[in-house]
T-cell receptor, first 112, second 113 residues
Framework: GENVEQHPSTLSVQEGDSAVIKCTYSDSASNYFPWYKQELGKRPQLIIDIRSNVGEKKDQRIAVTLNKTAKHFSLHITETQPEDSAVYFCAASIGSNYQLIWGAGTKLIIKP | ETGVTQTPRHLVMGMTNKKSLKCEQHLGHNAMYWYKQSAKKPLELMFVYSLEERVENNSVPSRFSPECPNSSHLFLHLHTLQPEDSALYLC????????????FGPGTRLTVL
């Protein structure tokens, strides 16, 4: 069945450095790719998303890139700050209006 | 708390107990979702209600029983659960068909002894 693989499972970076999280999807019909951030004990929150007609999207320090040919997309966080510490999830749409296929999450640790 | 609320936030139950999880959304949405979140695993969609009718049921064991009495409320009734059912149960809501505007609740941390 459809799946999304997310790497790495844990990422530790120095404050101020950049972080990159990568996801690969299997369904070539996927056309919507959101990224969610979940801080400890809190709800997942959408931080950025991209659709298949766009190759890159930026919002301040975060950006997402999409390579449809290779079926992978990545989250880039620049100038990391302590508040960026969280678990980040990628997801990809499938044929349903109600379902996303999710990655297993990346725990991002920002070292002071 | 506004948006999507869930009660209780924490629940410990024995395998023979019956309990219910409650979700309420204050966003005017008309689709509601139950997810199971286990450590280091992808989110698992359990049930979806659209306009108060169940539209998705992803092979969830019958010991989980959803109920959606109106577009603002969603319940998950639990009975004879197993220890492997221990997880964070997340509720979410959106407008019908707008998976890109899904808003999550804070979750109920369930422990089955």
């Amino acid at each position: 069945g459809e799946n999304v693989e997310q790497h790495p499972s844990t990422l530790s970076v120095q404050e101020g450095d950049s972080a990159v999280i990568k996801c690969t999807y299997s369904d070539s019909a996927s056309n919507y790719f959101p990224w969610y951030k979940q801080e400890l004990g809190k709800r997942p929150q959408l931080i950025i998303d991209i659709r298949s007609n766009v190759g890159e999207k930026k919002d301040q320090r975060i950006a997402v890139t999409l390579n449809k040919t290779a079926k992978h997309f990545s989250l880039h966080i620049t100038e990391t700050q302590p508040e960026d510490s969280a678990v980040y999830f990628c997801a990809a749409s499938i044929g349903s209006n109600y379902q996303l296929i999710w990655g297993a999450g990346t725990k991002l640790i920002i070292k002071p | 708390e506004t948006g999507v609320t869930q009660t209780p936030r924490h629940l410990v139950m024995g395998m023979t107990n019956k309990k219910s999880l409650k979700c309420e959304q204050h966003l005017g949405h008309n689709a509601m979702y139950w997810y199971k979140q286990s450590a280091k695993k992808p989110l698992e969609l359990m049930f979806v209600y659209s306009l108060e009718e169940r539209v998705e049921n992803n092979s969830v064991p019958s010991r989980f029983s959803p109920e959606c009495p109106n577009s603002s409320h969603l319940f998950l009734h639990l009975h004879t659960l197993q220890p492997e059912d221990s997880a964070l149960y997340l509720c979410a809501s959106s407008q019908v068909g707008r998976i890109d505007e899904q808003f999550f609740g804070p979750g109920t941390r369930l422990t089955v002894l």
